[in-house]
């Protein structure tokens, strides 16, 4: 873990994370050449990553926990595999697979934030 990160409390790690996330299917969405079976999933992916920041976003954690620090390796695990499915979209299915499995780390990590909340 990278300096700076270890004093940055894990739910705005993951809200930095998922803000680059929807960026970059914001690029995708953009982009001219996206296939329309592409875009479509890429609104939808971006729904359900607002949808995450929205809940994390309106959780006040006074500290971190144990579970969730148990939970970052997983999440840049989970992370950098969506950053290399975004870098390369082929078709809708890898997409959707993609932010799914980033997401399912996103939301182990909110079910523990809700219990400090």
């Keep these: 873990m990278e300096n700076s990160q270890e004093k940055t409390p894990i739910v705005a790690q993951t809200l930095a994370q998922l803000y680059d996330g929807s960026d970059a299917l914001d690029k995708i969405i953009g982009a001219p050449s996206t296939a329309l079976d592409v875009y479509r999933s890429a609104v939808k992916q971006k729904g359900e990553i607002e949808e995450r920041i929205s809940t994390l976003e309106n959780l006040q954690l006074a500290r971190d926990t144990d579970a ?33 499995k980033f997401l399912v780390v996103v939301d182990a990590l909110v079910a523990a934030a809700k219990v400090v909340a």
């Design 68 to 100: 969730m620090q148990a939970l970052v390796p997983g999440l840049k695990q989970a992370k950098a595999n969506l950053d290399g499915v975004l870098g390369s979209i082929s078709k809708a299915s890898d997409l959707v697979d993609g932010v799914t």
